[in-house]
């Protein structure tokens, strides 16, 4: 899987995408703290920019990261709530 800098740069209007976007400090947050559900919607709020420059190829790529990492937070989220004692 590409990094998000490979991927903001896959074909070069990729850049202009990441930096015009106002979800760029918001993601860029996200990942400080490591907020996976933030991550993921910051992913795919760029896919829907990209897709809109019709940056098919870019897209793609993002709702394939946050898919993934959407599938590795529900399973986080659901062993933690599996864990849990209930008194």
Do not use: C, P
């Amino acid at each position: 899987m590409q990094t998000t800098s490979n991927a903001a740069s896959g074909n070069g209007n990729g850049r202009d995408l990441w930096r015009s976007s106002s979800t760029t400090e918001s993601l860029q947050l996200k990942v400080s703290v490591m907020d996976k559900m933030g991550i993921t919607y910051a992913f795919g709020s760029f896919a829907q920019l990209a897709a809109a420059q019709k940056q098919f190829r870019l897209a793609a790529i993002l709702w394939g990261a946050a898919e993934q990492l959407g599938e590795e937070s529900f399973r986080a989220a659901w062993a933690e709530g599996k864990a849990m004692k209930m008194h």
